[in-house]
């Protein structure tokens, strides 16, 4: 397997919901990442994982709050949002940083985002 | 922090010709330069990588060349077909470990004319 796995793909929530994104990868990666996208932009780094911990927050507001349960499975909480937040949130993962040897790379995987919008 | 310029913004080529896009990166520590298409309602993919010990990478159409004296890289694709039309984002990064970040430039759309 060698795919990172969005769900859901489309997400519509108002401003007082809760609701949470999902990423899973099966390729033994020990980092992973949340991105945000909009539209025309490049994405742009909110989280990184390394081993389970959190090791970069990019400043994101609380409304956004990650979770990593294991090292398959990378969540997304959000709360409150803003219709600002809408947006295209990719998850990424990459191999474990330390060790990497000569001619490997720490290329990253993406998924296919989901799609939220923010009413 | 690195900041990492791509331009333009759009290449329009005709079906067969080459297309070469740039890009300059600000930090000289940086040490790894991926590319990644990305298709309408997909997220990007990585196509070609060069870390900063090597000066080209080749992957049949694709190649990838690093001038780290000038700080540019570039993205080579010959005998461009309908299917290289995409978002093409060149990126950098300095490998720490743990704490890895990858500062994109801001893409270039490109599209190849049948």
């Known amino acids: 397997d060698t795919e990172v796995t969005q769900t859901p793909k489309h997400l519509v929530m108002g401003m007082t919901n809760k609701k949470s994104l999902k990423c899973e990868q099966h390729?033994?990666?020990?980092?992973m990442y949340w991105y945000k996208q909009k539209a025309k932009k490049p994405p742009e780094l909110m989280f990184v994982?390394?081993?389970?911990?959190?090791?970069i927050n990019e400043s994101v507001p609380s409304r956004f709050s990650p979770e990593c349960p294991n090292s398959s499975l990378l969540n997304l909480h959000l709360h409150a949002l803003q219709p600002e937040d809408s947006a295209l949130y990719l998850c990424?993962?990459?191999?474990?940083?330390f060790g990497l040897g000569f001619g490997q790379t720490n290329g990253y995987t993406f998924g296919s985002g989901t799609r939220l919008t923010v009413v | 922090g690195e900041n990492v310029e791509q331009h333009p913004s759009t290449l329009s080529v005709q079906e067969g010709d080459s297309a070469v896009i740039k890009c300059t990166y600000s930090d000289s520590a940086s040490n790894y330069f991926p590319w990644y298409k990305q298709e309408l309602g997909k997220g990007p993919q990585l196509i070609i990588d060069i870390r900063s010990n090597v000066g080209e990478k080749k992957d049949q159409r694709i190649a990838v060349t690093l001038n780290k004296t000038a700080k540019h890289f570039s993205l080579h694709i010959t005998e461009t077909q309908p299917e290289d039309s995409a978002v093409y984002f060149c990126?950098?990064?300095?490998?720490?470990?743990?704490?890895?970040?990858?500062?994109f430039g801001k893409g270039i759309t490109l599209s190849v004319r049948p």
């Open positions: 990424a993962s990459s191999q474990n940083l």
């Open positions: 994982y390394s081993y389970e911990k959190l090791s």
């Open positions: 990126a950098a990064s300095l490998y720490t470990g743990a704490n890895s970040k990858l500062t």
């Open positions: 390729m033994g990666h020990r980092a």
